[in-house]
């Protein structure tokens, strides 16, 4: 709020205040006139009633954003380096800060996990609210004892994958193991434990989600991927696509649509990018030439 902001100056009697940061200054003799005592900088929400004193708070941080932080300069607020027994005291005030804010085990765990989990969104480029809902996934495990004998690496990145399955993200398991030097079974097994024990909802993998990645693996035009996510929306209306690979589906609708487009492209470019083998790709694009013939027979 802006205090006393709008009188006229008691020095010069002039009505021209001026805002600057979080104070309010006359414009004809410089006299502070008035406070500001609230952020007056951009809201973090789009609610123009909401509030706030400073920055928006986070799963991500172990305290949520919201603790005490000191620097480390041995500098007072005007730039001038502290005495001696000022920088002693300083330095004692900085230890205590720290064993205040993670005094207990699992604050220490979650501090570590947490930025496991801030490497791992980071090397994987996922969106930021993968990021906070893997950390709240991994706050409920906590509360759970679900770390019990288990690596704070392999349920991080396993909150990060069921994360992903939940917000209807692809990412496979093997991509998961790469960027977190864990084993697919390990993070397979923990996700199990997590999904069952947490009671988590993971969505079902769908073809159309795999056409984007798996197109822009293989440098292919608009045209070829819309082209490709149509073949796969007519597979499923035949319901042809039930028990079938997601990726190798999308894989093989890239490839049938890049040769009606006279892309050049081979199966074997197709199936190194998207990690699967060449015999899946003509498998499953064998499937979708039939389901294109009998509905070419029907009309």
């Known amino acids: 709020m802006i205090n006393s902001i709008g009188k006229k100056c008691g020095y010069c009697g002039k009505d021209n205040p001026i805002q600057a940061q979080h104070e309010v200054i006359c414009g004809g003799c410089g006299v502070v006139i008035g406070t500001i005592d609230a952020d ?3 809201e973090f929400n789009s609610d123009i009633n909401n509030k706030r004193t400073g920055a928006a708070s986070t799963l991500t941080l172990h305290d949520r954003g919201l603790s005490t932080t000191m620097e480390s300069a041995n500098k007072d607020y005007t730039g001038k380096s502290l005495n001696t027994q000022n920088r002693t ?7 205590w800060n720290s064993r205040s804010i993670q005094h207990k085990n699992d604050s ?3 501090s570590i996990a947490l930025r496991a989990i801030n490497n791992i969104i980071d090397k994987t480029s996922l969106p930021e609210n993968v990021g906070e809902h893997s950390a709240l996934i991994y706050r409920r495990a906590l509360e759970k004892k679900l770390i019990r004998g288990r690596s704070v690496g392999m349920l991080a990145v396993s909150c990060v994958y069921a994360a992903c399955r939940e917000l209807g993200i692809h990412r496979t398991l093997k991509e998961m193991a790469i960027v977190s030097d864990v084993k697919r079974k390990d993070i397979a097994r ?8 947490l009671e988590l909802q993971p969505m079902v993998v769908s073809p159309e989600s795999c056409v984007t990645k798996v197109a822009s693996l293989c440098n292919v ?6 082209m490709a996510v149509k073949l796969i929306r007519m597979a499923h209306e035949n319901e042809s696509t039930a028990g079938k690979d997601p990726v190798g589906l999308a894989a093989a609708a890239i490839y049938l649509a890049a040769v009606h487009n006279n892309v050049n492209i081979t199966q074997r470019n197709i199936a190194l990018r998207a990690e699967i083998t060449e015999v899946t790709i003509r498998n499953r694009a064998k499937g979708l030439r039939e389901m294109l013939n009998e509905k070419g027979k029907t009309r």
């Open 89 to 95: 005291t300083m330095k004692r005030l900085r230890v």
């Open 190 to 197: 923990c996700f199990r434990l997590i999904s069952r024990e």
């Open 108 to 110: 220490r765990n979650l």
């Open 221 to 226: 035009n608009s045209k070829v991927s819309s």
């Open 40 to 42: 007056m900088s951009a």
